[in-house]
């Protein structure tokens, strides 16, 4: 007798997984590294920003006082009395009528408090007349004007992307405190499964899966170690599995875990003792989709079909790690689209539709990227977001608005609404 | 005298750059390692796909005929004349009332037309018996239904994602095809720069737009070669660009591109004989962005004000490395926001605000990251998108709709339309 299994909804089961997503620590790694991790501590200025008064011009520091007057008819004449190039600081304060020349960056020097831009002024040897008068401050970037000693800039589970690296630099971060990152097994299973390399036969097909986990772990800078192919053999996939979860923070499988004979994982699963968080989600595709836990560690049971298989990852296996690895936001931005395809037919389940999104004048399109079975490979090929489709007893036409997820975006957000 | 520069509009700037981003030719490389990089062919399917007629389902494998006039009171028995697990053949084909056991993902046996689900049978040893007939090609998945053989399935020039792995695994390219990446060299110029693990004195600030270039790169999954920084001194400065002209495909400077006494780039590609395509943009930050070519290699000298020094990369370098990569789709993609705050000021320049875009119930809106100056490095650090403000005689208010750029997005669009 086939095993009946309850549908829980999308959003229980993305809660359920991410309730057993469990941080791994942090650890210090060096500025060049830290792309694309995630800050264990909030980022404070350590000093003020800019770090003291300076000109964002190539121009002469003054005294805007010695302006007062100035006019096209009256041009104010300032005497040079040296040079300060950005790195250098001046050797005396200046005095009425007096400029140094500076340069863009360089630490305004003392009594001078307004700068005068090089093409505001005629300029002779060792002096220069102005044609209006300067107010206090006017072409400065003051100390702390861009951060403050002290303020909180970023907070701890932000992604570190090349900005705040550009930050972190500043502050003199030669080694960053983020997040240890897990180290995910990946193992497919099937007795239909050919390498990359081998040639068709009847009844098999090529290992799509294994490749492409490794490339959606590529694309989040995730370690992984691959443990190949097995066929559906009860023992050896269970002696592998446990190996696995021994040298992995992560396991993901693929295939074995519908209701089939030769669906090894449940049993696996049994044996190991770990615990099924859901072994049957509302969704197409990926609705076989089966999570575990053992020993805190997630075990992401995902189908064998290859749509199916990227979208489980995407909803269940992405934002997981993304946890573990201390983000604060690990869900697919997403954003409203029009539909540009109908899809009469309502389902009970909520569907996930690969697709295109483009900008057009008349606002976000969302185009189905073809072949849409949970089977299909093409299409997961094609497109840059996933439609949303929600379950119930509606189709959806051309025209409608939905929400769509996008994928490949380096940042995300907070909270999973769908 | 200062040197008077006229500023191109970005669209031109962009234009000039990309005429001088030159393909490197391309390169056979390892499946695993193929993730980011661009297709060098067009993908076409080797096989159909499935290739073979498959179950979609765990159950039985039937004739279809068999069926006709089943119903709940008159039950239509089948008697089970074997197995067919995913990966196995039948060994004989099924006559009149017999029925295969099979699993998803396995080969129609001959002669049978279609599938009966497990849930849609009552089952005992070796029979079972259906309620409902069946059309011929019920429930199965059929050859070339996803892919035809020699069907073009991606073009040339498309990003190579992990869906696109998936694909190519199926048809066995265990090696692709791929474009060659540049490597790109980076040198920091400025008497004022200290480096990350220095302290602060007077006058020096720690170089961020070094590193900052790096994750940027990273982010791109460009190899790049760090030459370090530069105090402003010409001839040591003209020799170290030369070097690195000679040991990269694209050079990026920070810093130098001014109109200061100590801005040596404009002299330095004089020097070498480097042609010079714009070395003033109508954009804020980054108006001193200049690009130059020398022996078909971009040379670009961006500003050192660390947002411009962002920007300039992200508008120019970025796609043009892309379109080096033989990317068909280099710019960052595009689309409207709702604007959450005044920019009353109008600005003969076209400005790029670095911004945060969240998708709201009244659409998307952008809310600009905070300090806004070309010298800012603390709103770099924050924010997903830029805000693209037109040149112009009027300002923008809450509420107007503006073009957004995202960043650290995957999949790019085809053209420069701002």
Not at 52 to 63: E, L, V
């Amino acid at each position: 007798m086939v095993e009946i299994r309850k549908p829980i909804p999308v959003a229980h089961a993305v809660e359920l997984v991410m309730k057993h997503a469990y941080p791994l620590g942090n650890e210090e790694i060096p500025l060049e590294n830290a792309y694309g991790r995630i800050l264990a501590e909030p980022l404070l200025a350590k000093h003020d920003v800019p770090p003291f008064d300076r000109s964002p011009y190539d121009g002469y520091a003054i005294r805007s006082e010695d302006t007062d007057g100035a006019s096209g008819d009256s041009r104010v004449p300032f005497r040079v009395i040296g040079e300060i190039g950005a790195g250098h600081v001046a050797d005396r304060p200046i005095n009425k009528g007096e400029a140094f020349r500076i340069m863009t960056g360089a630490l305004i020097p003392e009594n001078a408090n307004a700068v005068v831009m090089f093409e505001q002024t005629v300029e002779t040897k060792d002096a220069f007349t102005i044609r209006k008068p300067f107010s206090k401050g006017e072409n400065i970037s003051f100390k702390g004007e861009d951060a403050k000693d002290g303020e909180l800039l970023i907070d701890a589970g932000a992604l570190i992307h090349p900005g705040t690296i550009a930050l972190l630099a500043t502050f003199g971060y030669a080694h960053v405190n983020v997040a240890k990152q897990p180290v995910v097994g990946i193992l497919s299973t099937g007795t239909e499964l050919l390498n990359v390399d081998e040639e068709l036969v009847p009844g098999k097909i090529r290992n799509s899966n294994g490749p492409m986990i490794m490339a959606q772990l590529d694309r989040m800078g995730i370690d992984y170690k691959s443990y190949g192919m097995h066929a559906d053999d009860l023992d050896s996939c269970a002696q592998m599995v446990a190996q696995a979860i021994e040298e992995t923070d992560v396991l993901i499988t693929t295939g074995g875990v519908s209701v089939g004979d030769y669906d090894h994982l449940p049993l696996i699963y049994e044996r190991l003792g770990a615990k099924v968080l859901f072994n049957k989600v509302a969704m197409r595709p990926g609705s076989v989709t089966t999570v575990a836990v053992l020993d805190k560690k997630l075990l992401f049971g995902l189908s064998g079909n290859p749509s199916a298989c990227f979208t489980g990852f995407e909803l269940f296996t992405r934002p997981a790690i993304l946890t573990m690895m201390g983000a604060d936001k690990p869900y697919m931005p997403r954003m409203t689209a029009e539909l540009s395809e109908d899809f009469q037919k309502p389902n009970p389940f909520t569907r996930f539709v690969r697709a295109i999104w483009e900008s057009t004048p008349d606002g976000v399109v969302a185009r189905p990227a073809g072949f849409n079975k949970s089977s299909a490979v093409s299409s997961i090929a094609r497109g840059n977001c996933i439609i949303v489709l929600p379950s119930g007893t509606r189709g959806f036409t051309v025209g409608m608005k939905v929400d769509i997820l996008l994928l490949g975006a380096e940042q995300g957000v907070a909270d999973w609404v769908l």
